[in-house]
């Protein structure tokens, strides 16, 4: 970097930034003559909402309006393009291009293309020719500070100064670094389904996020934002991420854990038994509740299946249709048309319903005339005057019924027929119990429906036993899904998604090191290829971690290592080794309060003491509160704000800290032969990105001192 470049690039800053400033000026006089411009006041409120957020885009804009440029020769048109690259595209009124969207299909080359011959591909084909120039900038509060040509983004010098920031300001910076690999699953097309297996700390949940971002600027002709879905795993991380998607300018994504969403289709509210608070960790890391198991399989989807086929051949009440013992149509006249639907159209048995309403409503029409005569005849055979006047009147109303096709009389018999999904979820369960399967363990999940109580693995199968009923109408406008913490899923509940959200492909992000739940959780995303998606998905690997420093990951490999899963591949930067504190007979409380002292001289700005049971924390918490200010968090406080902050290792799960202090890792506390005790610890371990320190008394784990 020379002085006369440097110059120059300054120049280009403060011109950039002048065309900002004009381009707001401009927007804020159209905002103020849209009166004048727009008569219509509806089509006036939403290009006014519109231009509203163009300047608050613009205006934030202005401290960084590029962060990178491209120089590109094309081969075709002979044109040298010379691209500015920002978060945000910006053009002026005279549709003069300022700076180039990060998400525009030229700019994949700053991302996966070295300098020299090479092509990118467009919506009009692919497009050769040479990168000439690759430069990165480091601009803050609209001041140039420097600026570097680079060969490829990976490059360890660039990388360094961008992962070694505070974990706030990584996710600002996460545009500017974004690799090759990365960039790969980013950049997947709308129409593909894509499993990533990630690592701790490789980025599955920025690119998670930086994939819908992607998706919505590229397909926004097609598609509106509200469009998308976002499935994290707990109320807390779906609060974390959510003002992230407004930075990477995307406003309407819908966001839930899955509890909400199956809360949403349900359409009801419920409280879940097994909230993270309670979660139990289990003293030997087996399978041992079966049936929770059980409830989030394919084996129960199918159960579930064969029972309501029997349920629906004979839901039907075996009785006539009639109006004041007037005969309507016969039961076997109303089964026929029933079992005649085809079930690959009306494919829920609500469909079916209507559509035979439809089919039999036409046959009472072609009756009318002798129904109605059935009905004087009885008028007028009738003696009695009384009764004549009774069965006269009866006679009007079966005329007025009859004006209707029958419709009303036909939905009153099919509503007879009761689709009380909890009923029929705890006759399901009382016909597996038959079967002499769990049944203490559905003895007391019957008392427990009885009472109003769900449990998590209790919501696949409901939502299942709705969607057969009434299908999922409303879910159809949903184009794309993308679900985060997956490894927490079984095959049943990646079936009933994929069902209910039967226009969406899939981003589907986990970690099998970091699946916490063997009660309900995949044993490997090749059954998830194969069983779930009938292999129309693709299984791709984030190996690189970037959270962390090396020592860091070093240690906690040392995890995946006894659990036999794939390294994290640790790169580019080195910290401060792992500190290991043997508090002995010391108070804990000191020694926490003695390393987060140290943390803070060392830079560190957000810091988490981690344990392993809501006991656990609580413990410590109640000692530590009254000497520094901490936030506890739970399932139910995720709102968190302080610096400073406790909570269990899985709740921290899909987070990061600038320090991380783990409590009592001793082998009494983590046992080596249990796996979910393995995998907390090693989530717990690579929630730090600057300083990890782990505490523990006399008897460190046996497998964290191999070197």
């Known amino acids: 970097m020379n002085n006369e470049e440097f110059l120059i690039e300054k120049k280009n800053l403060e011109k950039t930034i002048e065309d900002y400033n004009e381009v707001i000026s401009d927007t804020k006089l159209k905002i103020k003559n ?41 081969d075709e048109s002979s044109i040298k393009d010379v691209c500015y690259i920002g978060k945000i595209g910006v053009t002026d009124y005279d549709n003069n291009v300022i700076t180039v969207d990060w998400r525009a299909p030229i700019s994949s080359l700053y991302y996966d293309s070295n300098v020299g011959k090479t092509s990118y591909v467009s919506p009009e084909g692919t497009i050769h020719g040479e990168l000439q120039l690759k430069r990165q900038y480091d601009i803050e509060n609209s001041v140039l500070n420097s600026f570097n040509d680079v060969d ?21 910076n996460i545009v500017a670094t974004i690799q090759g690999e990365q960039n790969v699953i980013i950049r997947e097309p709308i129409t593909n389904n894509t499993i990533i297996q990630g690592v701790a ?26 469009q998308y879905i976002v499935i994290g795993p707990n109320k807390f991380f779906v609060d974390y991420i959510s003002s992230i998607l407004p930075d990477l300018d995307v406003d309407g994504v819908k966001q839930f854990d899955f509890v909400d969403f199956a809360s949403n289709y349900l359409n009801v509210d419920f409280e879940i038994k097994n909230s993270l608070d309670n979660f139990n960790l289990n003293s030997s890391g087996k399978e041992e509740d079966n049936f929770s198991y059980y409830r989030t399989s394919l084996e129960f989807q199918h159960f579930i299946k064969e029972y309501i086929d029997v349920f629906e051949a004979n839901m039907l009440p075996k009785v006539n249709l009639e109006y004041k013992n007037i005969k309507i149509l016969s039961f076997k006249e109303i089964e026929e048309e029933y079992y005649s639907v085809n079930k690959k159209t009306s494919n829920t048995i ?41 069965n006269s009147k009866d006679n009007q109303l079966l005329k007025k019924e009859l004006e209707s096709s029958g419709m009303n009389m036909l939905k009153r018999y099919f509503k007879k027929i009761k689709f009380n999904i909890y009923d029929i979820y705890k006759n399901i369960l009382l016909e597996l119990k038959k079967q002499n399967k769990y049944s203490n363990e559905i003895d007391i999940k019957l008392e427990e429906l009885k009472n109003g109580i769900l449990e998590f693995e209790d919501l696949t199968p409901l939502m299942y036993i709705n969607y057969i009923i009434n299908g999922a109408e409303d879910y159809k406008k949903y184009r794309h899904v993308v679900i985060d913490e997956a490894q927490d899923y079984n095959l049943f509940t990646f079936f009933i998604l994929k ?40 299984i ?13 990951m070093n240690e906690a490999n040392k995890i995946n290592k006894h659990l036999n899963y794939t390294l994290a591949e640790p790169v580019i930067r080195h910290g401060s080794k792992v500190q290991y504190i043997d508090i002995k ?15 803070k001289k060392q830079g560190c700005q957000t810091i988490a003491i981690i344990g392993k049971t809501p006991k656990e924390v609580d413990t410590i918490y109640n000692d530590i509160i009254s000497k520094i200010e901490v936030e506890k968090i739970t399932s139910k406080n995720y709102n968190f704000s302080n610096d400073i902050c406790i909570t269990t290792g899985y709740l921290s799960k899909g ?5 991380v202090i783990v409590c009592n890792v001793m082998n009494s506390n983590y046992d080596i032969n249990n796996n979910l005790d393995m995998k907390i610890l090693y989530v717990s371990m690579t929630r730090a990105l600057h300083e990890l320190s782990i505490l523990y008394s006399s008897n460190l784990l046996n497998i964290l001192m191999a070197k």
Not at 43 to 67: A, T
Not at 501 to 522: E, H, K, M, P, V
Not at 591 to 597: D, F, K, P, T, Y
Not at 655 to 659: I, K, N, Y
């Open 350 to 390: 609500s469909k079916r319903i209507d559509k035979t309403i439809l089919l039999l409503s036409k046959k009472i029409d072609e009756r009318k005339s002798d129904i109605l005569n059935k009905s004087l005849q009885s008028v007028i055979k009738e003696n009695n005057t009384i009764r004549q006047k009774a």
């Open 499 to 538: 069902e209910i959200l039967s226009n969406s492909t899939f981003s589907i992000y986990g970690d099998l090191a970091q699946s916490l739940y063997s009660s309900r959780s995949i044993k490997s995303w090749k059954d998830v290829v194969e069983k779930a998606f009938n292999n129309n998905i693709s």
């Open 585 to 599: 007979q010391s108070n804990i409380t000191n020694s926490i309060l003695n390393q987060i002292n140290y943390m």
């Open 152 to 172: 490829t983004v990976s490059n360890d010098e660039i990388l360094k100064p961008y992962l070694s920031v505070n974990a706030d300001k990584r996710l600002k």
């Open 34 to 74: 849209l009166p004048n411009l727009y008569p219509d006041k509806e089509y006036r409120v939403m290009e006014q909402e519109r231009l509203i957020h163009k300047v608050e885009k613009l205006e934030n804009g202005l401290k960084k309006p590029y962060f990178a440029r491209i120089d590109f020769y094309n």
């Open 655 to 659: 987070l990061e800290f600038d320090g």
């Open 201 to 226: 700390g490789s980025g599955k949940t920025t690119v998670a996020l930086h994939h819908i971002a992607y998706l919505v600027y590229n397909n926004r002709d097609l598609y509106d934002a509200n």
């Open 540 to 552: 791709k690997y984030l190996n690189k971690s970037y959270r962390t420093t090396i020592e860091i």
